[in-house]
């Protein structure tokens, strides 16, 4: 009976507290856990989609195609851009 003199209410709202954080610590672990499986899904999916192409897809794609693609679209959006500005600027001089 002594004992339950001492439970102040800080000393219950420290216990809540310590118990939620257990809680969310839980909670975490157990997506971690699900995430890793779920990586693990993956790379065995990956796997298995090789062996059925019986090569990787990565050994087949041409990186130069790829890098000349990246280069047209990064040159698109540069004369875009550029038109848009000079668009901006007739319209305002335009408005004056």
Not at 15 to 41: N, P
Request: aromatic share 10%.
């Amino acid at each position: 009976m002594g004992y339950l003199r001492k439970i102040t209410p800080w000393k219950i709202v420290l216990l809540f507290l310590v118990v939620a954080v257990a809680a969310a610590l839980l909670a975490l672990q157990t997506r971690f856990d699900d995430a890793s499986r779920l990586a693990d899904f993956v790379k065995s999916s990956c796997v298995i989609v090789d062996s059925w192409i019986d090569t990787s897809l990565f050994s087949r794609t041409s990186w130069s195609a790829m890098q000349l693609f990246g280069v047209v679209v990064a040159g698109l959006l540069t004369l875009v851009l550029l038109w848009n500005i000079n668009l901006r600027k007739t319209v305002a001089k335009a408005l004056r």
